[in-house]
């Protein structure tokens, strides 16, 4: 006979009970369930924050496979350059040589003073080939992706560009002039995207076809091997080695360089996209870089945030002991076995632990506005699967640390000393307490100190 419905049993037993327990002491339920609730909000905020951090570009479906490339020239001691900007003819001239790289892209800024009617303003404009939009997963609202960059006379706006210039007004069709250095051009509103997400390492409001790159820059400088400007990306094939693709590469721009260029170690390298946002040991290009340590360091706080709700929390249960000392040892005369008890107050835990995850995700979601405010890098709790993740690491993680301890504690009373009301005494408990104090005090020190790390770095 299956043993299933009996632990089915057994478990619904074990909840009643810890719920009838809850909700017998409303008082200190309150307290227990507040201390930790606020620490689990605060928590889950730089949890967030630090998951946004660690998944930039990741939302392009094939972000794995997508490279920046970056240029490394050596001329010599003392002569040596570095860089994610590469040459304009990079792309076309060997990258479409290398078999295992399916596509490629050149993502190139310019400074432009744009005109339309009355209105003058100077813009940061990105020249970008005709296969942006499949190359990356930007969101179209209005137009059509694959004829959007097809013309040199084409830009493309993001919503808020869209608005900033046309107000609520239809842009399609509209036109813009632009002045890169040389003659203006005009350019016609040729499609519309969705404002990019905060945590893409390419941001842009206006793009225009790559097609108008000879009538900004002279030949020799879209022919040069030493002079660069666009970053170029590329889509390396599945299963294709970035390494081995960087040792084939070389030999092509070998190929290409006059014999007077051949004394130049010239390498060319692919970091991942994925990478970008948190690798300082990368030149800056386009992109914006941050220090890998503030992630890490917040990732820290938030656990010894949760560390120390869980010492109070520990603290508060096992400070009721004497309380429940008589329930503990008529069980256990009665029969009841340690195991038993061990279960039913870790059940009694975990569901203060569930109740206080479900108010400290309702309090992190009424300080959201107030979080992205100060930091300037927007999270949010959508349901997605890193965000379900996460609950249910921070439930485990408070089951384990704030419910396992008094649970071992209390189904450890010798059932005399219970029934007449004496709990654990002596030195060891007297340390052990001692030890719980001192490690919540000492946390509140380094979270005091934390807390003004935190502030500086979440606005950095």
Same mark, same amino acid.
């Given at each position: 006979m299956s043993s299933f419905p009996l632990e089915s049993t057994m478990i619904r037993h074990y909840l009643r009970t810890a719920a009838r327990t809850v909700t017998r002491h409303p008082g200190f339920s309150a307290i227990n369930i507040l201390g930790l609730s606020v620490g689990v909000a605060v928590a889950v905020l730089l949890f967030l924050f630090v998951h946004a951090e660690w998944t930039y570009?990741?939302?392009?479906?094939?972000?794995?496979?997508?490279?920046?490339? %970056?240029?490394?020239?050596? %001329?010599?001691?003392?002569?040596?350059?570095?860089?994610?900007?590469?040459?304009?003819?990079?792309?076309?001239?060997?990258?479409?040589?290398?078999?295992?790289?399916?596509? %490629?892209?050149?993502?190139?800024?310019?400074?432009?003073?744009?005109?339309?009617?009355?209105?003058?303003?100077?813009?940061?404009?990105?020249?970008?080939?005709?296969?942006?939009?499949?190359?990356?997963?930007?969101?179209?609202?209005?137009?059509?992706?694959?004829?959007?960059?097809?013309?040199?006379?084409?830009?493309?706006?993001?919503?808020?560009?869209?608005?900033?210039?046309?107000?609520?007004?239809?842009?399609?069709?509209?036109?813009?002039?632009?002045?890169?250095?040389?003659?203006?051009?005009?350019?016609?509103?040729?499609?519309?995207?969705?404002?990019?997400?905060?945590?893409?390492?390419?941001? @842009?409001?206006?793009?225009?076809? =790559?097609?108008?790159?000879?009538?900004? =820059?002279?030949?020799?400088?879209?022919?040069?091997? @030493?002079?660069?400007?666009?970053?170029?990306?590329?889509?390396?094939?599945?299963?294709?080695?970035?390494?081995?693709?960087?040792?084939?590469?070389?030999?092509?721009?070998?190929?290409?360089?006059?014999?007077?260029?051949?004394?130049?170690? =010239?390498?060319?390298?692919?970091?991942?996209?994925?990478?970008?946002h948190l690798d300082t040991e990368f030149p800056v290009g386009y992109a914006a870089v941050n220090n890998p340590v503030y992630a890490r360091v917040l990732f820290v706080i938030a656990w010894l945030i949760l560390g120390t709700a869980c010492i109070n929390f520990v603290t508060l249960s096992i400070s009721r002991s004497v309380e429940r000392s008589r329930e503990i040892g008529v069980r256990k005369a009665v029969g009841a076995s340690r195991g038993e008890l061990l279960r039913q107050y870790w059940g009694e835990s975990l569901l203060y632990s569930a109740i206080a995850l479900l108010v400290g995700v309702v309090g992190a979601e009424l300080l959201l506005p107030g979080f992205n405010a100060l930091t300037g890098q927007p999270v949010s709790l959508s349901p997605t699967p890193g965000v379900f993740a996460l609950f249910a690491g921070i439930l485990v993680a408070l089951g384990l640390l704030a419910g396992l301890y008094p649970a071992l504690v209390l189904s450890g009373f010798s059932p005399v000393d219970a029934i007449r009301g004496r709990s654990r005494t002596g030195r060891g408990a007297s340390l052990t307490r001692r030890a719980r104090v001192g490690a919540l005090f000492t946390l509140s020190i380094i979270l005091l100190a934390a807390t003004f790390v935190a502030t500086d770095l979440v606005r950095t």
């Open positions: 570009d990741r939302f392009h479906d094939d972000s794995d496979r997508i490279y920046r490339t %970056w240029l490394h020239e050596d %001329w010599g001691p003392g002569q040596q350059f570095f860089n994610t900007v590469t040459p304009i003819r990079l792309g076309p001239s060997v990258l479409d040589e290398i078999p295992d790289i399916e596509d %490629w892209v050149r993502y190139d800024r310019v400074t432009s003073t744009v005109t339309s009617g009355e209105t003058t303003l100077n813009e940061t404009v990105f020249m970008v080939d005709a296969n942006f939009l499949d190359f990356f997963d930007f969101q179209v609202a209005e137009g059509d992706a694959s004829t959007m960059l097809s013309g040199p006379g084409q830009i493309v706006l993001t919503e808020s560009a869209r608005e900033r210039w046309f107000g609520g007004n239809p842009a399609i069709g509209r036109t813009l002039t632009l002045d890169m250095g040389g003659d203006p051009m005009e350019f016609e509103v040729s499609g519309i995207l969705e404002d990019v997400p905060v945590r893409s390492s390419l941001q @842009f409001e206006m793009l225009i076809s =790559y097609d108008v790159a000879p009538m900004i =820059y002279s030949e020799g400088q879209v022919s040069a091997w @030493f002079m660069v400007s666009p970053e170029t990306y590329a889509r390396l094939q599945p299963g294709a080695d970035p390494l081995e693709v960087q040792r084939k590469v070389e030999p092509v721009v070998k190929s290409q360089m006059g014999e007077d260029q051949q004394q130049v170690d =010239y390498t060319v390298g692919f970091q991942p996209i994925t990478s970008i």
